[in-house]
């Protein structure tokens, strides 16, 4: 038997449905739907399955709820949601990795010092070896464009093999500059990385109250970095929400449009980026349970050689790093 009214008397009804049907049916459900309109039943047709409901026992109170199916769109932003957030703990768990990997790898900063050191000497070594070789490639070959210059002075033709190896020479030397660039490149990246492990190593190797107040910058650090704003309150982390969405419209370069592609209570996210220079900001509120919460800013480029360049640029990373910056400046004020 299946009995479903509306709310126009919900109390008279609400009371004869519980006193002359819950002998019959085991459990009852309420529930709303979209016009705000309340039914009561033993049944929930199967067109307002979608509905949020609650179960009602023999007395008339819950006994369970079943939420609201999400619509499509809800499941991906829900999706969206869970990539962001996985991107940023991979973010966190690689940084852990590589403090575990420090502390088995160096017993003490001097090691990591001397291990820079060796590296460095090997480094400089092998360029120097390089740019030796290009001086006798240069050498070379200004002797064999000199024996060419004699052979046309003579009214000679130069010879076929001798056009070669200077084809050959001035082909290898070519090359050897590239490879001197990229000898140059490749020791800045490794000063720029042992520098990074060795200041790393001090903090990870600092007294507690050291640790703890570096633990704190690093934090702040990574938060810039990262695009992260922790809140403090849900109240806080509300008006938070508004100042993002002005952060996005402010540095977004889409051409597309200057209103985002999605905007909800989860997630603002500019337009597809169709251009190389173009920048799309996205912000997202991520739950971390116990009332708290954090914004996360992303920011996509074009799928182009020109577009991954541009996400890799210091002016990206200049806008993430602004990002916290404007939040608490536009809170204070």
Request: charged share 30%; net charge neutral; with cysteine.
């Amino acid at each position: 038997m299946t009995t479903c009214i509306r709310l126009t008397t919900i109390i008279a009804c609400f009371v004869g449905l519980l006193s002359s049907q819950v002998v019959h049916a085991n459990k009852m459900y309420k529930w709303l739907d979209e016009k705000g309109n309340t039914y009561f039943s033993d049944q929930v047709p199967p067109k307002h399955s979608q509905y949020r409901r609650e179960s009602l026992g023999k007395h008339g109170r819950v006994v369970g709820v079943t939420e609201r199916a999400k619509t499509k769109s809800e499941e991906a932003l829900d999706r969206l949601l869970m990539a962001l957030k996985e991107a940023q703990e991979k973010v966190i768990t690689q940084q852990l990795y590589h403090d575990k990997a420090l502390r088995i790898t160096y017993n003490k900063l001097e090691d990591l010092q001397n291990t820079f050191d060796a590296k460095l000497q090997e480094l400089e070594t092998e360029q120097k070896l390089t740019i030796s070789n290009l001086k006798r490639l240069d050498n070379q070959l200004e002797t064999l464009q000199r024996q060419a210059a004699t052979n046309e002075r003579n009214g000679e033709k130069v010879p076929p093999k001798l056009v070669e190896e200077i084809k050959a020479t001035e082909k290898e030397s070519q090359q050897t500059y590239v490879k001197i660039s990229q000898h140059i490149e490749k020791k800045n990246g490794v000063i720029e990385q042992f520098n990074a492990d060795i200041a790393r190593y001090k903090q990870l190797t600092k007294s507690s109250e050291e640790k703890r107040q570096a633990k704190q910058k690093e934090e702040i650090k990574a938060a810039n970095e990262l695009g992260v704003y922790m809140c403090e309150s849900e109240r806080e982390c509300d008006k938070a929400w508004k100042i993002a969405g002005d952060f996005i419209t402010k540095h977004s370069t889409s051409s597309n449009s200057t209103e985002p592609e999605i905007d909800s209570s989860k997630i603002i996210m500019g337009r597809t980026p169709d251009k190389d220079n173009d920048l799309s900001l996205a912000i997202s509120k991520v739950d971390l349970g116990d009332n708290k919460q954090k914004l996360f800013l992303d920011i996509r480029c074009r799928d182009s050689s020109i577009g991954i360049e541009l996400c890799a640029s210091k002016k990206v990373q200049d806008i993430r790093i602004a990002f916290r910056n404007y939040l608490e400046t536009s809170l204070a004020d």
